[in-house]
C-alpha cells in the first residue's frame, strides 16, 4: 500500500509541474470579438499566436503594450523596405512583434530621467545584416519631435541608435533583431 501512495505521489508531482511558454505576469490576448472576424480563421489563430488584435497582425502594428496605458502608447507599424548594410532591400520586411514583459518594465527604467516612454516594440527579420535601417509609420509623430530610440543590447544595456524624425515616421538605423524603446525627451 505504501508503495502504490509513493507512485501515486511522484506521478502527481510529474504530471502536475506547469510548463510555462509565456513569461509569468504577460497577459495573453484574446481578440475573438466581431470586429476580429475577417472570415479566416488562419490570420484569425495566427494573430492570436502573435498576441496581436486583427488589426496588429493584419497591419504588422503594434498598439496595445503590456503594462502601458493605452492612450499613453505611439501607435507603430511597419511594411516593406529596408536598407540593409547600405543596399535598398524594397521586398524585405521586418515583423514587429510585442514586446517582453520585463522589456516594458526595463524600457520603463531606461526612460527615467530621459523623457517618457512612448512605446516598446520588438523587431525581426530573418535576413542577415550589420546594420539595418527601417522606418516606422508613426501616426501623429511630427518631424523635430525629440525622440530617441535605444536597442536593447543585454539584459542591463540599451544604447541610443541613429534616428529621424519626420511628419508620421521615424527612421532607425539597428544593429541586431531586438527590443526597441522609443523616449520622447521631456
Given at each position: 500500500?505504501?508503495?502504490?501512495?509513493?507512485?501515486?505521489?511522484?506521478?502527481?508531482?510529474?504530471?502536475?509541474?506547469?510548463?510555462?511558454?509565456?513569461?509569468?505576469?504577460?497577459?495573453?490576448?484574446?481578440?475573438?470579438?466581431?470586429?476580429?472576424?475577417?472570415?479566416?480563421?488562419?490570420?484569425?489563430v495566427l494573430a492570436i499566436n502573435e498576441d496581436k488584435t486583427?488589426s496588429e497582425h493584419m497591419n504588422n502594428a503594434v498598439v496595445?503594450?503590456?503594462?502601458?496605458?493605452?492612450?499613453?502608447?505611439?501607435?507603430?507599424?511597419?511594411?516593406?523596405?529596408?536598407?540593409?548594410?547600405?543596399?535598398?532591400?524594397?521586398?524585405?520586411?521586418?515583423?514587429?512583434?510585442?514586446?517582453?514583459?520585463?522589456?516594458?518594465?526595463?524600457?520603463?527604467?531606461?526612460?527615467?530621467?530621459?523623457?517618457?516612454?512612448?512605446?516598446?516594440?520588438?523587431?525581426?527579420?530573418?535576413?542577415?545584416?550589420?546594420?539595418?535601417?527601417?522606418?516606422?509609420?508613426?501616426?501623429?509623430?511630427?518631424?523635430?519631435?525629440?525622440?530617441?530610440?535605444?536597442?536593447?543590447?543585454?539584459?542591463?544595456?540599451?544604447?541610443?541608435?541613429?534616428?529621424?524624425?519626420?511628419?508620421?515616421?521615424?527612421?532607425?538605423?539597428?544593429?541586431?533583431?531586438?527590443?526597441?524603446?522609443?523616449?520622447?525627451?521631456?
Amino acid at each position: 500500500m505504501k508503495k502504490v501512495i509513493a507512485f501515486t505521489l511522484a506521478g502527481a508531482m510529474v504530471f502536475s509541474v506547469p510548463v510555462m511558454a509565456k513569461e509569468v505576469g504577460a497577459p495573453v490576448a484574446v481578440y475573438l470579438d466581431e470586429a476580429s472576424d475577417i472570415g479566416d480563421t488562419e490570420e484569425t489563430v495566427l494573430a492570436i499566436n502573435e498576441d496581436k488584435t486583427i488589426s496588429e497582425h493584419m497591419n504588422n502594428a503594434v498598439v496595445d503594450i503590456w503594462d502601458m496605458l493605452g492612450d499613453e502608447v505611439q501607435d507603430l507599424a511597419i511594411g516593406q523596405g529596408a536598407v540593409l548594410d547600405g543596399v535598398a532591400a524594397p521586398g524585405l520586411t521586418f515583423d514587429l512583434v510585442k514586446p517582453d514583459l520585463k522589456r516594458v518594465y526595463a524600457a520603463k527604467e531606461l526612460a527615467q530621467g530621459k523623457g517618457s516612454l512612448l512605446t516598446v516594440v520588438n523587431v525581426h527579420t530573418h535576413a542577415g545584416y550589420g546594420t539595418a535601417q527601417i522606418t516606422f509609420y508613426a501616426p501623429g509623430v511630427k518631424a523635430g519631435q525629440a525622440i530617441t530610440v535605444y536597442q536593447r543590447v543585454t539584459d542591463e544595456e540599451w544604447v541610443a541608435v541613429p534616428t529621424v524624425v519626420t511628419d508620421e515616421h521615424i527612421t532607425v538605423d539597428i544593429t541586431d533583431n531586438n527590443h526597441l524603446a522609443f523616449i520622447e525627451a521631456k
